[in-house]
Nanobody, 124 residues
């Protein structure tokens, strides 16, 4: 079992920044692909970013490319999402997820474990 706990959400003005963190349990964290997804009110959950087990490869949704950066620290079992130049349309609940198959993917169904989510609200 893997438990994921997100933190760092909050309210920020447009153009501002937030850093989300996800703390994972389990000794095999370093073998997992990790991803961030988000769900806005009335919309389906969507892919945001993913990072390979080593951190050497990353993958971003077009909507956040150049503004968001995903990173991980395998020694601390954490994955982070640095969000800059935030826009009101980034408002959503952000979820951390783990893919034990170690294949870098944006497909939600490939992710085995999910956190409870953290709210990000960007005011205009």
């Amino acid at each position: 079992q893997v438990q994921l706990v997100e933190s760092g959400g909050g309210l920020v003005q447009a153009g501002g920044s937030l850093r989300l963190s996800c703390a994972a349990s389990g000794r095999t964290f370093s073998s997992y692909v990790m991803g961030w997804f988000r769900q806005a009110p009335g919309k389906e959950r969507e892919f945001v970013a993913a990072i390979s087990w080593s951190g050497g490869r990353t993958y971003y949704a077009d909507s956040v490319k150049g503004r968001f950066t995903i990173s991980r620290d395998n020694a601390k079992n954490t994955v982070n999402l640095q969000m800059n130049s935030l826009k009101p349309e980034d408002t959503a609940v952000y979820y951390c997820a783990a893919d034990t198959h170690a294949i870098l993917t944006m497909t939600q169904e490939r992710y085995d474990y999910w956190g409870q989510g953290t709210q990000v609200t960007v005011s205009s």
